[in-house]
Each structure stands twice: as structure tokens, then as C-alpha cells.
């Protein structure tokens, strides 16, 4: 079964809105990381985030490893933040990382 | 920050055919993986390697596809005969050792006629 959730699926949001996306795992994990998908493919690192929170700019990722979630706080969204944001997550005793099937944002103006 | 390069950015083959893609890792990792993503669908992990061995490869890597990384050169998808659905997004990625950052590249489209 799918080891990762994301949720949600989709959301489309006014600009300067803000949006929380969330990412649960059902096995214990050793790492994970949050990525943004450009409509063109490519993918960009946001945060590398085993445990606790980190920020960066509008964005702030936090990760509970005794509950398996974390998630993906957007403040103020702007229309560039559009695309599908990724988490993927490196189990205990993993050897690569297994990705959600993301959550594909719109932000309208 | 660290980049993975990969090429070439679009590749369109004929069925039956080989094609090998290249990655560029970064240059202290030792850990090197590729990944598949279908048009609109998830991210799927194909094989990962160290040490100059496959030490994980999923489902997908069927046996039409290797890998290998000669002399600490590039790190390469070979796929030979390619399929039709072997069309996708191909990522390579590294890192410096297990359970670190993983740093990706922008993807090799491999169209497949």
C-alpha cells in the first residue's frame, strides 16, 4: 500500500492566502524531504527535514517522526507558488526515497 | 547549492533501440539513484547504487535497463530494447551517504516512437 499520503490531493487558493499541506507516513522513517514540481518538470529541494521545523522565507516545514506527519506551511501565497509539492521519506533501514503522489497547487490572483 | 546535471534534457528514440542517459552527480556523493515519473503520475523509484553495485532496484527496473558508473565517471541509465512505455521523465539523483539530503536533476524526457 502507499506508504506515503499526501493531502490534499489538490487546492487552489486566492493569492496571499495561506496554505497547509500535509504528508503522513505508515512506517517509522529516518528522513524525509519536501520538493516543488515546476509545471515543466523539474524539481526543486525545499527543505531536507528529519525532525523538527525549519523556515525559509514564506515557507516553514515541520516533522513529527513519533507521529510520521509532516507538513508544509505556505504564508502569503503568491501566484509563482503555483505547481505540485512533493514529500518523499527514507524509512529505518531504507535505502532511497519513497515520494507521495503530491498535492498540486493553484494560487489565482 | 549542489547540482546534478543531467543529459541529455530530451531524448526521442525508436522503439527496439538502445539508449543510455547520463548523469552527473555531485562530485563527493557516493550514493546514486534514478528515478521514473510517467506524465501526471507519482515518482517511482527504479534503482539506487554504491559502491559500484546495484544495492536496491524495484519492479520497474526490468531487465532491459542497467546501470553502471565507470571510473567515477558519469552515472548512466542504459535501457536496451526500449519499449513504449518506457516513455517518461528520468531522474537521476545523489547524495553523500544513506539517510542524507538527496539532491536531484531536472530529468531526461525519454520519448519513446
Known amino acids: 500500500g502507499q506508504q506515503v499520503q499526501q493531502s490534499p490531493a489538490s487546492l487552489v487558493l486566492q493569492e496571499g492566502e495561506n496554505a497547509e499541506l500535509q504528508c503522513n507516513f505508515s512506517t517509522s522513517l529516518n528522513s524525509m524531504q519536501w520538493f516543488y514540481q515546476r509545471p515543466g518538470g523539474s524539481l526543486v529541494s525545499l527543505f531536507y527535514n528529519p525532525s523538527g521545523t525549519k523556515q525559509s522565507g514564506r515557507l516553514t516545514s515541520t516533522t513529527v517522526i513519533k507521529e510520521r506527519r509532516s507538513s508544509l506551511h505556505i504564508s502569503s501565497s503568491q501566484t509563482t507558488d503555483s505547481g505540485t509539492y512533493l514529500c518523499a521519506m527514507e524509512r529505518n533501514s531504507g535505502t532511497y526515497q519513497r515520494f507521495g503522489t503530491g498535492t498540486k497547487l493553484q494560487v489565482v490572483p | 547549492g549542489p547540482k546534478v546535471l543531467q543529459i541529455p534534457s530530451h531524448q526521442i528514440i525508436d522503439m527496439g533501440q538502445m539508449v543510455t542517459l547520463n548523469c552527473d552527480p555531485v562530485?563527493?556523493?557516493?550514493?546514486f539513484y534514478w528515478y521514473k515519473q510517467i506524465l501526471g503520475q507519482q515518482m517511482e523509484f527504479l534503482v539506487n547504487?554504491?559502491?559500484?553495485?546495484?544495492?536496491?532496484k524495484s519492479k520497474l527496473f526490468k531487465d532491459q535497463f542497467s546501470v553502471e558508473r565507470p571510473d567515477g565517471s558519469y552515472f548512466t541509465l542504459k535501457i536496451q530494447p526500449t519499449a513504449l512505455e518506457d516513455s517518461a521523465v528520468y531522474f537521476c539523483?545523489?547524495?553523500?551517504?544513506?539517510?542524507?539530503?538527496?539532491?536531484f536533476g531536472k530529468g531526461t524526457r525519454l520519448t519513446v516512437v
Open positions: 539523483a545523489s547524495s553523500f551517504s544513506a539517510n542524507t539530503e538527496v539532491f
Open positions: 562530485s563527493n556523493h557516493l550514493y
Open positions: 547504487f554504491y559502491n559500484g553495485k546495484v544495492m536496491e
